[in-house]
């Protein structure tokens, strides 16, 4: 038999079951295999009849049960035994702490201790239940629901554990739906511990509006001014409105100028709370606009400066998009996210980039990233300012037509042959050294060898050679992502073909002109010939002739002028006789344009339509041909040639019940608005039942 007499602190009867699962606990962390079976032993040896267990209930205030006793009956011999000293009841106060103890055996002592023992015992509380309960917390086996509910605690414990709940009892003038004041709680948590958050919630759930509850905390409230960064597109249709709606103070700069190489950081560096919309323009870090926000964030405070990224694309082309992002906010320190399980930020992307599925980590301790789907599946009665929000079910239509009946079947053949035929030499010079030409039927085959000698032979070292190589692959991987350029061209409309292959055309014979005068495209031009040609929204800063004007002045000698004057002409040649055919086709005869005049003229007569176009060539081809087709019908279209206060007049025509705009006198509402990407970002064209 066993009565155990257990003392209570201070008078706070709870601190002794916390203390003992708290001393369990940090036992088990050290797991000893024998631990285990020791506590369930201990534990099954407790729930016998024979053991009791009672807490000391002080009588007084401040009084504590601080005696350690031990009465051992049925000693041989003496009968019982008794023990008082400074030896607590555990395995150091027993056998290896220097303690002192007095050892009482005569039976007059033992007995007075005995009378002492019982007269506690009697004023004390049972506390087995209690001492078992506690005790099962570490013995009962798991059930894989508790164990996963116990996960998404300690994963959300701090979020769970906050108190910024609270903040959200304050006044504020931005009013937001129950889901987005779930995501600015969990955004405003992430930027008090890391100083920066992600806000990536997918298109049209109010990222704007979360980054503005935001702005009214740390901006508003704190009498700061907030520096925001957006594109130009967005500065006055959406920030700037805002902004001023809600009395933040700001600043807004557009991406083009933070983008300039003569930026004064010094005058932004006054701003601890920053704003970056559609912050995946800042993946690329050889880009003006990435590093001087890097340096601006890089020299700020960071115990005070407060980092907001909204995005509903943070990753685009790899994992790497994401990564710069997030350098904006960890400000390049490697183990930034060790609290969050990452020891290395750059190998952990590593990682990432060979499996996705490993950002779960990061993104859970960065981001506030939810779908559409998600919302409607976990807040399916979401109202904002007292009404329900409808999130319409979107119906994708395919609309079939024949692609080499736009060119007809032999031209159609002829013209991907041809592109893909097509020498290209400008964007793959160096193929055409003596060396190279002299060795070369495949660059990277058994004939590398032979190359290599050639090279060294003229010269070069180990290093210059290895570098040489690299130059090689990345001209002739230019090489083709120029001829899939023109294929994407061929399938978006004979318009944006032809003005591609009459810019080709023209390129090639004013190369072979440069050329002769000693001039060369080397591997630092690719980006600026890459906008000369690639994509439209990118204007390029310079015509084709200031482009060649300004090539590097090479050592001809070193080429092969006559292979490369035989394969531009044999390129010249190609090219003009392909326009000759397409010239003579015409957008009346165009299948495809014709097949979505006839959409527009029948079943989406009625509609309010958007229609997209990647290339510009295609998008005014479309509007002029439109605008003949359907003259009752009131068309519009925005690329980067239409000034911005015109785009946002058509996006307030097109769009008029969104923006809350009232149509002015003589104005007519647009029925059909035709756009690149010039209007891909933060307009609001809601109006709109179809988009093409």
């Not at 003992?20 to 729930?47: D, G, I, M, N, Y």
């Not at 049960?65 to 009956?73: M, N």
């Not at 980039?353 to 789907?373: D, F, G, N, P, T």
């Not at 002769?516 to 890459?530: A, E, I």
Request: glycine share 4%; with cysteine.
């Amino acid at each position: 038999e066993l009565r155990l007499l257990l003392g209570t602190e201070q008078d706070q009867a709870f601190v002794l079951t916390h203390r003992l699962a708290q001393e369990l606990e940090r036992h088990f962390t050290l797991l000893r295999p024998q631990s285990q079976q020791k506590l369930e032993r201990w534990t099954a040896f407790v729930r016998q009849d024979k053991v009791q267990v009672r807490r000391y209930k002080p009588q007084k205030h401040g009084q504590i049960l601080h005696g350690k006793a031990y009465l051992v009956r049925g000693v041989s011999m003496l009968g019982q035994l008794g023990i008082v000293g400074s030896s607590n009841f555990t395995g150091a106060g027993l056998t290896t702490n220097l303690e002192l103890n007095a050892i009482l055996k005569q039976e007059s002592a033992t007995d007075q201790l005995r009378k002492w023992y019982e007269q506690v015992w009697n004023e004390a509380e049972e506390y087995k239940a209690e001492l078992l309960a506690m005790l099962e917390q570490f013995t009962r086996p798991l059930s894989p629901q508790e164990v996963y509910l116990k996960v998404l605690y300690e994963a959300y414990r701090d979020r769970l554990a906050s108190e910024l709940g609270g903040q959200d009892d304050k006044l504020s003038p931005i009013i937001l739906a129950d889901f987005q004041r779930d995501g600015y709680h969990a955004a405003r948590e992430i930027l008090e511990q890391y100083g920066g958050v992600l806000i990536a919630d997918s298109v049209g759930l109010g990222k704007t509006y979360l980054a503005l509850r935001l702005l009214d905390d740390y901006a508003y409230q704190q009498r700061r001014t907030a520096l925001v960064i957006c594109p130009a597109a967005l500065r006055d249709t959406v920030w700037k409105p805002l902004l001023e709606q809600h009395a933040i103070p700001h600043r807004i700069e557009s991406m083009e100028q933070i983008s300039r190489g003569d930026l004064d950081l010094g005058d932004l560096a006054q701003y601890s709370v920053i704003v970056v919309d559609e912050s995946h323009h800042f993946r690329n870090p050889g880009a003006n606009r990435w590093r001087n926000l890097f340096e601006l964030v890089r020299n700020a405070n960071p115990e005070q400066t407060r980092l907001i990224l909204l995005t509903a694309t943070p990753v685009n082309n790899s994992v790497y998009d994401l990564y710069h992002q997030i350098r904006l906010i960890t400000r390049d320190q490697k183990d930034f996210f060790q609290s969050a399980g990452i020891d290395n930020l750059e190998s952990y992307f590593r990682n990432a980039e060979k499996q996705r599925e490993s950002l779960y980590e990061l993104l859970e301790a960065i981001s506030v990233r939810r779908s559409r789907a998600f919302i409607r599946r976990h807040y399916p009665d979401a109202v904002i300012d007292g009404k329900r929000i409808q999130f319409p079910q979107r119906h994708i239509h395919s609309v079939q037509y024949d692609l080499q009946a736009v060119y007809g079947d032999d031209l159609y053949q002829r013209i991907a042959q041809t592109i893909e035929e097509l020498h290209l030499a400008p964007y793959q010079i160096d193929s055409y050294r003596h060396e190279v030409v002299q060795n070369c039927l495949l660059l990277f085959g058994n004939e590398w060898e032979q190359i290599e000698q050639a090279l060294r032979k003229a010269g070069m070292s180990d290093e210059q050679i290895r570098k040489f190589r690299f130059e090689l692959r990345g001209q002739a991987a230019l090489a083709s992502l120029m001829r899939v350029l023109y294929l994407k061209r061929l399938e978006s409309s004979v318009e944006a073909l032809r003005n591609s292959l009459h810019h080709q055309l023209e390129f090639q014979r004013q190369f072979l002109e440069a050329l002769q005068q000693g001039k060369l495209l080397t591997s630092k031009d690719y980006r600026r010939m890459l906008m000369l040609e690639g994509d439209d929204e990118e204007e390029p800063s310079e015509d084709l002739q200031a482009f060649l004007k300004n090539l590097e002045s090479i050592d001809a000698s070193q080429y092969n002028l006559h292979a490369i004057q035989k394969a531009v002409e044999e390129d010249v040649r190609k090219l003009e006789s392909l326009l000759q055919e397409l010239e003579r086709l015409a957008p009346q005869h165009d299948a495809k344009v014709n097949r979505l005049a006839n959409l527009l003229t029948n079943d989406l007569r009625h509609e309010k339509v958007l229609i997209f176009s990647y290339y510009k060539d295609t998008a005014q081809m479309l509007y002029r041909e439109l605008k003949k087709r359907l003259p009752d019908v009131e068309i519009a279209l925005v690329d980067s040639d239409v000034p911005m206060e015109e785009r946002k007049r058509i996006v307030q025509r097109f769009s008029p019940q969104s923006n809350r705009y009232t149509l002015q006198p003589g104005e007519r509402e647009i029925q059909i608005l035709i756009a690149t990407d010039a209007l891909s970002e933060g307009q609001n064209l809601q109006d709109a039942g179809i988009v093409i």
